[in-house]
C-alpha cells in the first residue's frame, strides 16, 4: 500500500536559517504532491502544490522541490521566522483516486527561535 | 469571503448518543471530504464525497455515515458514538488540486 513518510517529528533551527523539510513516499507514482501548514487546534492551509514533471517550485520564501526517483520531496523555507513555526504536513494523491482525495504525512513540528 | 465551516467546534457527548457535525462550503466545490486527526497518527481520511449524492469510503470509515444532499454541505454522523472516535474532526473542500480545511470540531465521548 502507498506510504508517506516526513521523517522528522520536530526541527528547531535558528531565526534566519534555512529550514529543510523531507517527506519522503513509497509503492506508486503520484501525479503531484503537496504541503500545508498546520497551527495548533487549526485546520491546514495549502501552501505549494508540485507536479510530477516540475523540479522545483517558489513562493516567496518557500522552496519545494520533487524527485521522482528518490520518491521524496524538500520543502525550503528561507530566512526562517519566530511565525514559521508551525507543523508542516506533506500530502499526496491516493493511488488512482480522484482530485483531492489525499493520503497525508504525520507532519514536521518546525520550531524558530528568535 | 472563501471559507469551510464546521459546527459544533467543541461537543463533549456519552457513548451512544447519536450526533451530527455540520460541514459548510461557499465556493461551490464538488469535493469533499472528512478527516479525523489524533496524536501519533496524523489526518486520516474518514468519508469524500465527489459530487451530491456520491460519497465514498475513505481510510477509517467505520462507525461514521455521511450524506451529500446538496452541494454546500457535507455533514458527518455518529450514529453510536464510542470513546475511540474522540479527536479532532476536519472537513475539507477541494477544487483543482487544492484543499481548503474548516477549523476543526473537537470531540470528546465519555
Known amino acids: 500500500s502507498q506510504k508517506i513518510e516526513q521523517n522528522s517529528e520536530a526541527l528547531n533551527i535558528q531565526e534566519g536559517k534555512t529550514a529543510t523539510l523531507t517527506c519522503n513516499y513509497t509503492?506508486?507514482?503520484?501525479?503531484?504532491l503537496q504541503w500545508y501548514r498546520q497551527d495548533p487546534g487549526r485546520g491546514p492551509v495549502f501552501l505549494l502544490l508540485i507536479r510530477e514533471n516540475e523540479k522545483e517550485k517558489r513562493k516567496e520564501r518557500l522552496k519545494v522541490t520533487f524527485d521522482t526517483t528518490l520518491k521524496q520531496s524538500l520543502f525550503h523555507i528561507t530566512a526562517s521566522q519566530p511565525a514559521d513555526s508551525a507543523t508542516y504536513l506533506c500530502a499526496l494523491p491516493y493511488y488512482g483516486g480522484s482530485q483531492g482525495n489525499l493520503i497525508f504525512g504525520k507532519g514536521t513540528k518546525l520550531s524558530v527561535k528568535p | 469571503e472563501a471559507q469551510v465551516t464546521q459546527n459544533p467546534r467543541y461537543l463533549i457527548t456519552v457513548t451512544g448518543k447519536k450526533l451530527t457535525v455540520t460541514c459548510s462550503q461557499n465556493m461551490n466545490h464538488e469535493y469533499m471530504s472528512w478527516y479525523r486527526q489524533d496524536p501519533g497518527l496524523g489526518l486520516r481520511q474518514i468519508y469524500y464525497s465527489m459530487n451530491v449524492e456520491v460519497t465514498d469510503k475513505g481510510d477509517v470509515p467505520e462507525g461514521y455515515k455521511v450524506s451529500r444532499k446538496e452541494k454546500r454541505n457535507f455533514p458527518l454522523i455518529l450514529e453510536s458514538p464510542s470513546p475511540n472516535q474522540t479527536s479532532l474532526y476536519f472537513c475539507?473542500?477541494?477544487?483543482?488540486?487544492?484543499?481548503?480545511f474548516g477549523p476543526g470540531t473537537r470531540l470528546t465521548v465519555t
Open positions: 509503492n506508486y507514482s503520484p501525479a503531484y
Open positions: 475539507a473542500s477541494g477544487a483543482g488540486r487544492a484543499s481548503t
